[in-house]
């Protein structure tokens, strides 16, 4: 199974593709996916959603997961910033016909270190001991958009082998 990973963000998104087989997982592909500031907000989430489609194309995933979003109320122009962001690589997905899945970071953090509030740095390391061909100068996004990757498929994997 290819599982898509997606750390969504307006200015950098993560992403990341993995084989999943019975006893091994495998890095097809990570990075981030940038915008401009400069640009307008309606031409930053095209430029989104035709990367989305290109990532989808080459490498034909057949599941999406992605960042369930979580912002403090203090913060609600984050939220609808990042809720477009989401749309469009949702969009994207669905207009590919991928199923798609939404992990909250808590489960993630769980999934890939133990506890649900690890912090970033955590992951980073945990991620790189898995992929040992993971350069380190992938970034904290593309890192994220990894860890979503392979908690969906240690999740799933569990689920799976409990029959839960």
Do not use: W
Request: aromatic share 8%.
């Amino acid at each position: 199974m290819r599982i898509l990973g997606i750390d969504p963000a307006l200015t950098v998104t993560g992403f990341s593709i993995i084989e999943s087989t019975k006893n091994k997982q495998t890095l097809l592909c990570a990075g981030t996916i940038k915008t401009e500031y400069k640009e307008t907000f309606a031409r930053r989430l095209l430029l989104l959603y035709e990367e989305a489609i290109k990532i989808i194309k080459q490498f034909r995933p057949d599941i999406m997961v992605i960042e369930k979003v979580y912002v403090h109320y203090r913060h609600p122009t984050t939220a609808f910033i990042l809720g477009h962001a989401r749309g469009v690589f949702l969009l994207a997905a669905a207009s590919c016909g991928i199923k798609i899945e939404e992990l909250p970071a808590t489960r993630v953090k769980k999934a890939i270190v133990g506890k649900g509030l690890a912090s970033k740095q955590q992951i980073k390391r945990m991620i790189s001991c898995q992929f040992r061909s993971l350069p380190c100068e992938y970034s904290e996004d593309a890192s994220d958009a990894l860890a979503l990757a392979v908690a969906y498929n240690n999740i799933t994997s569990r689920k799976h082998i409990f029959n839960i």
